[in-house]
């Protein structure tokens, strides 16, 4: 069991997101940045649909009331205990009693916490996913605040065996870390690319020569005005080649749309279910995580990609997540050992 002592900015439990309901208006939510997600629980045992503890640019202070076995990937918080740093993406035992404090983003904007056995909340339509606007799921369908405390569920034989595995080294300290970790090859952020890359939007042709020339050779920047449900963008005006009206019809996670104003917005996790606005491109799935890893105020630009390109590059990406979950399953047998 966890307990917060001190909220961050925003934290949120999120999994997977809520599918399936879409077309009764209720949106999918989940995790902003999904291969980090993924790879925490991957790392501590967990099935990768299993909820984490999402924390965006400032996190909280929070107290282990038992022993857990932990990992944290994304951003970078500043995660410590006592002092000392507590390193990223790999597994760590945690005592019983530690204070587990994470600071503003050093890079990177937002980290996720996995706990062995997931957070111990109430499903809603097959999901712990908080979704704010209409408090819904999570833990109590809202953000966590300083006194809420969390239990976890029932952990894995893989994660008992990682724990156990752990705690005969002996170490006296208030935690303990593997001496293995996911390599930054897998995870884009850690060596983000020049440009984001894009699919050309279902609309495309239908914005001036100008605007779409502008649109993948200047930079973009992330407002302020930016949230779970989209990134606005700030930059050249795009705009269409004669004004157009056009039937709402669905959006995708990382879907590119222009209103009206022709300041460009990225949708994100918690995107309405369907959009009125013409879409000039949509992110590839590769990218995503590192566009959910760009902070308010910092740069953006695209490149053009192909949908075969980004098929290609999403099945290389997955193969290598499966290479890292069977070193995973060598190293527990290992640390069995």
């Keep these: 069991m966890i307990r917060m002592l001190k909220s961050g900015l925003l934290d949120t439990i999120q999994d997977l997101g809520r599918t399936g309901y879409q077309k009764y208006g209720v949106i999918v939510s989940g995790a902003m940045d999904p291969l980090a997600h993924r790879l925490a629980n991957v790392l501590v045992g967990n099935l990768e649909k299993e909820a984490t503890l999402e924390m965006t640019l400032s996190g909280?202070?929070?107290?282990?009331?038992?022993d857990a076995l932990i990992a944290i990937c994304g951003g970078d918080l500043s995660p410590s205990i006592n002092g000392e740093f507590v390193p990223m993406w790999r597994p760590?035992?945690?005592?019983?009693?530690?204070?587990?404090?994470?600071?503003?983003a050093k890079k990177g904007?937002?980290?996720?916490?996995?706990?062995?056995?997931?957070?111990?909340?109430?499903?809603?339509?097959?999901?712990?996913?908080?979704?704010?606007?209409?408090s819904l799921g999570g833990y109590q369908g809202r953000s966590l605040q300083a006194g809420d405390t969390l239990l976890f569920g029932e952990p894995s034989g893989a994660s008992e065996k990682l724990m156990a595995g752990l705690s005969t080294r002996g170490d006296d300290g208030s935690f303990i870390a593997s001496n293995w970790c996911i390599s930054e090859d897998i995870y884009p952020y850690r060596k983000r690319p020049a440009a984001i890359r894009v699919l050309k939007g279902p609309q495309f042709d239908w914005f001036d020569k100008n605007s779409?020339?502008?649109?993948?050779?200047?930079?973009?920047?992330?407002?302020?005005?930016?949230?779970?449900?989209?990134?606005?963008?700030?930059?050249?005006d795009l705009v269409l080649e004669q004004p157009k009206d056009m039937i709402s019809d669905a959006i995708n996670f990382g879907s590119i749309q222009v209103p009206p104003d022709g300041s460009p917005i990225i949708l994100m996790a918690d995107r309405q279910s369907v959009g009125g606005y013409p879409k000039i491109g949509k992110i590839a799935l590769i990218d995503l995580p590192s566009v959910a890893q760009t902070k308010p105020g910092e740069g953006i630009s695209f490149t053009e990609a192909t949908t075969e390109e980004a098929q290609v590059l999403y099945i290389e990406r997955e193969k290598l997540i499966a290479q890292v979950k069977l070193g995973i399953f060598l190293k527990i047998s290992q640390e069995e050992k």
Aim: aromatic letters at 14%; proline letters at 4%; hydrophobic letters at 40%.
């Design 60 to 66: 909280p202070v929070i107290l282990f009331e038992t």
């Design 92 to 104: 760590v035992l945690i005592k019983k009693g530690m204070k587990l404090q994470f600071r503003y």
């Design 109 to 134: 904007c937002r980290a996720y916490l996995a706990v062995a056995g997931g957070f111990d909340v109430q499903p809603v339509m097959g999901s712990k996913s908080t979704y704010l606007r209409a």
């Design 212 to 236: 779409q020339l502008e649109f993948y050779q200047k930079e973009f920047k992330v407002s302020s005005q930016s949230d779970r449900m989209g990134y606005r963008l700030e930059g050249p």
